[in-house]
């Protein structure tokens, strides 16, 4: 259920039982805060100071699009910031709205601001679900002050949102609650007497902190265990006086009260989004920085949130001849080795495969000579273009590319002592050029020694 769903339930519920909107619906519902000296967390953007909230205290609140997880005030900041500055408040679901629904928006709006001269806020839950067409028509609104556009996105804008409406907004990057703000979102849950429990369910400090760290930065989801507990303690043996009498909840009644539900909630992963490339990207350089802890980390998990076993296999076999190369060269052939056992047994056995091999290149010694060599000579390909082969290296198929000169003067190199000969290989231009810098690590030392030796003061110009 999405903050607008949270929203509406509360309020067809209200109407239905006739208790107060402020009465209504879920815990995390009703403890959404009303103002900015409600809302806990998010100091990098809303602390004393911040752009933002000079913004929102001024009433000059621009076009916003926040970014962040679920569950860490995008809803809660856009409904604050309409309060706060006094605007009308329109809101949609980018999954369930299309250009109609916009455009009977921005005739709303028009509407307002003529009878009121009142500005409205646009809310988009969901925005980078909107297609281009969609996000098109958002443009004229928002470059003519129709609307003032807050979207909020868990998916990092700069991929789902094209170039003009993200050049018309001002992106605000959310993070995860701390689990110290957790911790103060639960405690005020549990003792606000209108909104929250009121004191009927007492949890101890380390029960609050297991809940705040399970939560993994997600006000909903803490509140929503916190529900769920006191649900349970109104259900059991106990009436609600005799369990407050009783004491407070420690960490194991509350695991008993979820029975191990919030532990096994979904890791946040999105496939084909931000929390993807952060994995991965973090996955990858562990293992380029030798650390096999953070890579087995990271492995598990991408292997929980469900990522295809095949792609992080075929990871690991760039990495192989990315970072470690010839300094030890079975590290391809143990990254080949567990793409193909991957294929082979599937899941869950191949997370066996996938650990040895993550293990493997973690501790082997390191080397991205080749990677920068290949990358070297194409730039240089590039620069220079097509140079003419030396005339000593080109094949005479005919009697004519022989009397030309082709092939005269090549030397054969088993025939010669150490099995190099005395000549050169690359075009004039580009005579004592290397590309090929072996790293004194691993085999790739002595590859080093070795490469000296063969590279004599005759490839020099």
Known sequence: MDSNDLFDFAEKESQTSGREPGLAGPLAHRMRPLSLDEFIGQERVLGPGKPLRQWISADRVPSLILWGPPGTGKTTLARIIANQTQSHFESLSAVLSGVKDIKEAAARAKEARRMGRRRTILFVD???????????????????????????????????????????????????????????????????????????????????????????????????????????????????????????????????????????????????????????????????????????????????????????????????????????PRALQVAIAVKEAVDFIGMPEARISLAQAVTYLAVAPKSNASYVGIGDAIAEVRRTGALPVPMHLRNAVTGLMRREGYGEGYKYAHSETGARAKQTHLPEELLGRRFYEPKDSGLERQLKERLDRLNPDFEKK
């Open 126 to 328: 969901e925005i980078h679900r909107f297609n281009k067409s969609q996000q098109d028509a958002l443009l004229p609104h928002v470059e003519d002050g129709t609307i003032t556009l807050i979207g909020a996105t868990t998916e990092n804008p700069s991929f789902e949102l094209n170039s003009a409406l993200l050049s018309r907004t001002r992106v605000v990057r959310l993070e995860r609650l701390s689990e110290e703000a957790l911790g103060r979102i639960i405690e005020r849950a549990l003792k606000d007497p209108e909104r929250g429990l009121g004191g009927f369910l007492r949890l101890s400090v380390e029960a609050i902190a297991w809940l705040a760290a399970g939560a993994e930065g997600d006000a909903r989801r803490a509140l929503t265990a916190v529900e769920n507990v006191s649900l349970y303690a109104a259900n059991g043996e106990e009436t609600p006086e005799s369990a407050a009498r009783a004491g407070e909840l420690g960490v194991e009644g509350v695991k008993k009260a979820l029975e191990s539900a919030l532990e096994r909630q979904p890791i946040p992963y999105d496939k084909g989004g931000e929390e993807h490339y952060s994995v991965i990207s973090a996955f990858i350089k562990s293992l380029r920085d030798s650390d096999p802890h953070a890579g087995l980390y990271y492995l598990a998990r991408m292997l929980e949130a469900g990522e295809d076993p095949l792609f992080i296999a075929r990871r690991l076999v760039i990495l192989a001849s990315e970072d470690i190369g010839n300094a030890d």
